[in-house]
């Protein structure tokens, strides 16, 4: 069963958890438009079915509120930043501010950040240097717990490690890429898992490193492995942000056995660029327009409308749920609920607040 409710009052429903477990204000209003927005895109994995995570997270002394970006390094194009265990929401902000500050000047940054928590929906940093007509790649890793193996292994070694490559288009939306390395997102296997569903082969491997079509596999012990998107290329891009989103920006690899902690760090390493100080804006817009006319003449293949860019989905599901109000599972909801009683916030509070008009 799901209820729906809608973005202003599921947002201080949020901001009142987040306040409750010891933010100020401005980090409760971030964490929470921050959350409810990736559930209006549709992806309610990265949306407000964190929360209990957080508290939890907070209770153990994994997240810390109130925290700000520590400067390592500046030199303009080259900033290094330490998120020193606080809000992803807040740290990835602020960060991306610094950044976007430097390529306003510079015309190009690459901001390396270490020790973040968890920052959500990596395409949300994206946007905010898109909206500035910069181009932003974002390589991404996790340390919360390994869940997906190297391509020819049997055993989970590190995480969904997202990448995000977002770019202005001449006329229109931009083009935001933000997926996760993993062929299909952990949370998605445990609502198959909930539901008694099967998922298709190619997604997980069994305790004995056997194809399996039995999402329990990702999400009750004993484990076995979620797998990379297109096998080796997949497997080489989760690589390549643990190498450069973990080992580059100084916040860490994952390279240890099972963890109980509720704490989930990102680090993120962000290519920022601005396409106008590079001497080819005419013939970027020339030559996206032409690209992207030609694509749009593609015939649409059977069972599809239409091809589509990265980033329309989204789009096209912030409309619909911002009209019919964004569905909330119920086992959600109560977790969320429970969450709050553990920081002090009556659950009556919560309902009030999300139900307000
Ligand atoms: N912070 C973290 O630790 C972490 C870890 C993993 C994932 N994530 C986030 O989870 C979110 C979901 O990841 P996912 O792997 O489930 O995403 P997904 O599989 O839903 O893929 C999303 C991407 O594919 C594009 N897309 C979808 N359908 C399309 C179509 N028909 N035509 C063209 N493009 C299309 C979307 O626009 C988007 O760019 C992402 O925002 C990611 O950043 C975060």
Redesign the pocket.
């Known amino acids: 069963m799901a209820r729906t409710f809608r973005q202003g009052p599921l947002e201080r429903a949020i901001e009142a958890v987040v306040a409750a477990a010891g933010s100020d204000a401005i980090e409760a209003r971030r964490v929470a438009q921050n959350l409810v927005l990736?559930n209006l895109l549709g992806?309610d994995?990265?949306g407000i079915g964190m929360i209990p995570r957080y508290v939890d997270a907070v209770l153990e002394g994994g997240l810390a509120p109130n925290a700000h970006p520590k400067i390592m390094l500046d030199t303009g194009t080259l900033l290094t930043l330490d998120g020193c265990k606080g809000y992803?929401q807040s740290i990835g902000h602020e960060a991306m501010q610094l950044a976007i500050e430097r390529v306003k000047k510079h015309g190009s940054c690459i901001m390396a950040l270490g020790n973040s928590h968890?920052?959500?929906?990596?395409?949300h940093w994206a946007e905010m240097a898109v909206a500035e007509g910069f181009v932003s790649i974002h390589f991404?890793n996790?340390i919360?717990h390994a869940r997906v193996a190297p391509y020819g292994g049997r055993d989970a070694r590190f995480?969904?490690?997202?990448c995000?490559i977002a770019v202005p288009l001449p006329g229109e939306a931009p083009f935001?890429?933000?997926?996760?390395t993993?062929a299909?997102?952990q949370g998605?296997l445990r609502v198959a898992h909930n539901k008694g569903e099967t998922v298709p082969f190619g997604r997980l491997i069994d305790t004995d490193g056997n194809p399996t079509q039995d999402p329990r596999y990702a999400v009750i012990p004993p484990f076995g492995a979620m797998l990379a998107f297109g096998e080796h290329k997949g497997y080489g891009m989760a690589m390549a942000c643990e190498l450069l989103g973990g080992a580059l920006t100084g916040g860490g690899t994952w390279h240890y056995d099972e963890s109980s902690q509720q704490r989930?760090l990102?680090g993120m390493l962000a290519i920022v660029l601005d396409v106008k100080k590079l001497g080819t804006a005419q013939a970027f817009e020339r030559e996206a327009r032409l690209f992207l006319d030609w694509l749009r003449k593609a015939r649409p293949a059977p069972g599809f409308d239409r091809?589509?860019?990265?980033?329309?989905?989204?789009r096209e599901m912030r409309a619909a749920r911002s009209r019919d109000g964004v569905p909330v599972d119920d086992t959600t909801w109560e977790e969320i609920q429970r969450a709050a009683e553990k920081v002090k916030l009556p659950r009556s509070r919560v309902e009030s607040l999300a139900l307000e008009r």
């Open positions: 990736a992806h994995s990265h992803g968890h920052l959500g929906r990596i395409g991404v996790v919360s995480g969904t490690n997202p995000c935001v890429l933000d997926y996760a993993s299909v997102a998605k989930v990102n091809v589509r860019l990265a980033g329309e989905p989204e």
